[in-house]
């Protein structure tokens, strides 16, 4: 029998990037399109297309990492922002629509899964990564595995409480001081914003840096010591041997590192703290997609 692959689809809030994966990660083929976000008919309608572009006789799976919080008891998405999939039973609708066995997962520990076993995390049993972007996904490889929780909605690290009734988390969260308020691509979008004018971004301010503007380098370094305070708790917790950095936000990592780190030998206990590596990701935006086509592979064993 020919060795079975699987379809990876990373959906985005803007586009869908989909592609043939092998057992070892190796991509085949891509395809890209924009996400249908009209309704949940037409989202699922364009996924059947993107996986009838791609799939021939080898395809066993599809694997489907979406931007959401997911309940694996029922295979549903509990909050989508960006995406018309709130409460939908996703693995089930896709099976039927697909005609094959779908996993579903959020993108964050896709994209965990590929670093771990492609990318910068390759080689480790304890891994934790963060993913810098709209806010901050996480995901956490523990003991050899990817850790999903009692109801599949692990590992929401961007939701960890950095400061006690500090200001108020972003989109459907009600908590206030999270972790994703201080150190995601949208916090450094707001600091641009009050830096250089309300059409700034993260890239500016990043850019900036570089360049040497004192103001933007000042206000990376406040980030970089509050990342590296998040940092500090997750090696607390789970004494990881790396912490994995990836998303758009996440590639400002050499100027937010120096900061982080000494926030992070300063909050974090011995010996975890003297251990962990802090890694920059290797798969940049295909992470998601080879992540999903593995995480597929799961719906092919026993
Ligand atoms: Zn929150």
Redesign the pocket.
């Known amino acids: 029998m020919a060795a079975q692959r699987t379809i990876g689809i990373d959906v985005g809030g803007t586009k869908i990037l989909a592609g043939v994966v092998e057992r070892d990660g190796t991509v085949l083929r891509t395809e890209r399109r924009d996400t249908p976000v009209e309704s949940t008919e037409a989202f699922l309608a364009g996924l059947a297309e993107v996986v009838d572009s791609l799939r021939d006789d080898s395809v066993a799976a599809v694997g489907i990492g979406i931007p959401s919080t997911i309940d694996q008891r029922e295979g549903t998405s509990v909050f989508s922002v960006h995406v018309p999939l709130e409460g939908v039973p996703l693995r089930e609708r896709g099976e039927r629509y697909l005609g094959l066995p779908v996993a579903i997962d959020n993108d964050a520990n896709a994209a965990a899964v590929a670093e771990w076993t492609i990318g910068a995390g390759r080689g480790t049993q304890h891994m934790v990564m963060l993913t810098l972007g709209t ?1 901050i996904g996480g995901g956490l490889i523990l003991g050899g595995r990817l850790y999903r929780g009692a109801s599949g909605a692990a590992a ?1 690290l ?2 960890m409480v950095l400061e006690f009734d500090g200001p108020e ?3 459907f ?3 206030r001081g ?1 972790f ?2 201080f150190a995601s691509g949208s916090a450094a979008n707001e600091v641009a914003d009050e830096l250089f004018g309300p059409e700034s971004d993260s890239r500016q301010l990043v850019a900036a840096a570089r360049d040497g503007d004192e103001r933007a380098v000042g206000a990376l370094t406040q980030m970089g010591r509050k990342l590296g305070a998040g940092m500090a708790s997750l090696v607390n917790i789970f004494d990881p041997e790396a912490i994995v950095i990836g998303g758009g936000f996440g590639d400002a990592l050499d100027l937010l590192l120096q900061p982080a780190m000494e926030t992070l030998r300063r909050d974090a206990l011995p010996p975890g703290r003297d251990r962990v590596r802090i890694l920059a990701a290797e798969l940049g935006e295909e992470a998601g997609m080879v992540g999903a086509g593995l995480i597929a592979f799961e719906k092919l064993e026993g």
């Open positions: 806010g929401e961007g939701h988390c972003r989109g969260c009600t908590g999270h994703e308020y």
